[in-house]
């Protein structure tokens, strides 16, 4: 049996906006990396953005086609992330379980990671709190990539890191 080497890789800020950002656990097999912000915005507003309005904060170069007006999320069990652009679809990942305001979670492989073959589990978790709303996004990642995970892991961290930032900022210009 081969044992598994697990490094705890934390980073503090990091410089995209206020996203609190780290690497939970690396290991030969997977990843999982978490990526939290913190809103001026109460949770169902927040949730109502971030389920409906996808679209508009999404970062339109982390699309398959770089284009915004393509992007849904599907607030149900079964549902999909997905993106249409004209007559083209994908689907990013698959919605598994939905808590609405609190909890939705999705699974498969985002963005380059769907093409390796890779397998995950992202939760997108909201907590209200004095400060407005807490949006904390876990990937939890496996697979085998011959090159193992220690480059890649800190890259989907910087990438959720903007995805997320994202959505802060579009919260932050539109504030209900």
């Not at 934390?10 to 206020?18: E, M, P, V």
């Not at 971030?50 to 079964?78: M, Y």
């Amino acid at each position: 049996m081969v044992l598994t080497k697990v490094l705890l890789l934390t980073y503090s800020l990091l410089s995209i906006g206020n996203v609190y950002g780290e690497v939970l656990f690396l290991a030969e097999t997977g990843f999982i990396v978490k990526n939290t912000i913190i809103v001026k915005s109460n949770r169902e507003d927040t949730w109502k953005i971030f389920s409906q309005e996808v679209d508009q904060w999404w970062p339109s170069d982390h699309t398959w086609w770089g284009q915004a007006g393509t992007l849904t999320i599907d607030t149900f069990a079964g549902g999909c992330f997905c993106e249409k652009n004209k007559g083209k679809s994908a689907e990013h990942m698959r919605i598994i379980f939905v808590d609405p305001n609190v909890l939705l979670r999705m699974s498969g492989g985002l963005g380059p990671l769907q093409g390796m073959g890779m397998f995950g589990s992202l939760d997108w978790a909201f907590t209200e709190n004095v400060q407005g709303t807490e949006v904390t996004m876990t990937y939890k990642v496996n697979g085998i990539n011959p090159s193992g995970f220690s480059k890649l892991a800190p890259m989907v961290d910087k990438v959720q890191a903007l995805q997320l930032s994202g959505l802060a900022n579009f919260i932050e210009r539109n504030a209900r």
